[in-house]
Structure formats: structure tokens, C-alpha cells
């Protein structure tokens, strides 16, 4: 009887290690934008840059870039109060929740979190920089479904 229980019990566990485990590594092969994004994030987050997936920042980081879009990056990207609470609702029920975005990255740049360092640390600066690319935050310069939320490194291309 006993062994009846731990059985089915032992395999649920090893079935919820390996999906926690893939879902810290599998980042790269799934799509992490969430199907339904809201016009208003279109609009409104996407006409500097590309729109970045809620699931690359945590909760956090999102929260104080919200808060902060007078002072953006070196530029003034405020919308009204409705708009702002609106967006950042969305973020926020989608932000990053796995491993390795729980910590709030520096400055919230997506590009200076220690997963997006060590997945590009063969490219240089210098590459970085390159007219084609013109910076490491423009993820669609070299990973063509970026938008999707999609960096499946099968994808990826450098363009030179
Ligand atoms: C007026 C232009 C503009 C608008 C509008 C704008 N941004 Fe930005 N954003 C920038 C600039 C400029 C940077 C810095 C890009 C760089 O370093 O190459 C940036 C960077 C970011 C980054 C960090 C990217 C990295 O390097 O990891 C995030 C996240 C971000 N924006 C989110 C948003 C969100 C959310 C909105 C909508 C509420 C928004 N942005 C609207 C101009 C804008
Ligand atoms: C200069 C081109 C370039 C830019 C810009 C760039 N990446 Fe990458 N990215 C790469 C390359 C090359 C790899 C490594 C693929 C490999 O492992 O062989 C990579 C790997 C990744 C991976 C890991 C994929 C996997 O399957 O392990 C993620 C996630 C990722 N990038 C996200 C981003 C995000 C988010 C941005 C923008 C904020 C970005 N990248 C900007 C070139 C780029």
C-alpha cells in the first residue's frame, strides 16, 4: 500500500524538476511574447525600439521603467496616467518570473542582465555598435523573431 502512493508521487516530483528545469533553459526556443499584446503597447512602446517581451524583466524593473518614462534612457517617453497604468498592468501580470530574470538587471536594461552577458559574450562591442546594429538593445538586428519573443538560436544571424 505504502509503495502504491510514493510511486505516483516520486514521478509528479520528477515531472515538476524537469519542467522547472526547462523552463530556465528553454527561453531561447519558445516564443515569449504573450499572443495577445495590447495596441496600446504597439503604439506606445514600440516606435523607438522594438517591443520587447514583458518576460525579459522581472516585475520590478518594469514597475520603475513605468514610473520613471519622463526620464527614459536619456529621453522623454511619458504618456497619460491612464495609458501608463494600462501598459504597465499588462507587464507587470506578464513579467519574467523564471530563474533567471528574478533579479532586477542595472539601470532595468534587459541588456546588462548576467543571462544576456553570458548568451553574448563571443560579440564585441565593437560589433555591437556597428551600423547595422547600432546597439545590443536592438534585439531584431540579429534575431529576426525577436518581436515574437522568439531568440531560438537557430534564428539568429549577424549581419555584417
Ligand atoms: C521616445 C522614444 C522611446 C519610447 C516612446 C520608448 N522608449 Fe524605451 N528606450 C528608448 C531608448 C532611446 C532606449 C535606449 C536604447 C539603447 O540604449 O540603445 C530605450 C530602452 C528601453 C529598454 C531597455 C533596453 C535594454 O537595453 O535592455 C526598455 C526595457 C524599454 N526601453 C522599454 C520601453 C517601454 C515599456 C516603453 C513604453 C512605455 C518604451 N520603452 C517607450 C526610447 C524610447
Ligand atoms: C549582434 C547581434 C545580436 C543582438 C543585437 C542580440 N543578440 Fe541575442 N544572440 C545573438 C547570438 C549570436 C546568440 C548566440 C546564439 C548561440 O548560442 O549560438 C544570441 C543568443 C541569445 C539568447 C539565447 C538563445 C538560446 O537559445 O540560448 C537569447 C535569449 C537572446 N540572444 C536574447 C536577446 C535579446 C533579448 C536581445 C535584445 C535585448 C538580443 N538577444 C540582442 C546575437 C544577438
Redesign the pocket.
Known amino acids: 500500500m505504502k509503495h502504491l502512493i510514493t510511486v505516483p508521487l516520486f514521478t509528479a516530483l520528477i515531472y515538476l524538476i524537469i519542467g522547472m528545469a526547462a523552463q530556465t533553459v528553454n527561453a531561447g526556443s519558445k516564443n515569449l511574447m504573450p499572443v495577445n499584446v495590447p495596441l496600446i503597447y504597439k503604439q506606445?512602446?514600440a516606435?523607438?525600439?522594438m517591443s520587447?517581451a514583458p518576460a525579459l524583466?522581472p516585475k520590478e524593473s518594469w514597475t520603475e521603467?513605468?514610473n520613471g518614462?519622463q526620464k527614459?534612457?536619456?529621453?522623454?517617453?511619458s504618456?497619460s496616467q491612464q495609458e501608463m497604468m494600462q501598459?504597465a498592468s499588462w507587464?507587470n501580470s506578464n513579467a519574467g518570473t523564471y530563474k533567471r530574470v528574478k533579479e532586477a538587471p542595472p539601470d532595468?536594461?534587459?541588456?546588462?542582465s548576467g543571462w544576456f552577458e553570458k548568451k553574448h559574450r563571443k560579440i564585441s562591442s565593437r560589433e555591437f555598435l556597428s551600423p547595422a546594429i547600432?546597439?545590443?538593445?536592438?534585439c531584431n538586428a540579429c534575431h529576426k523573431n525577436a518581436e515574437q519573443g522568439n531568440f531560438d538560436d537557430d534564428e539568429v544571424r549577424i549581419p555584417k
Open positions: 506606445e512602446c516606435s523607438c525600439h520587447y524583466l521603467i513605468m518614462l527614459h534612457y536619456g529621453t522623454d517617453a504618456i501598459i507587464l532595468n536594461r534587459i541588456t546588462k547600432k546597439s545590443p538593445s536592438n
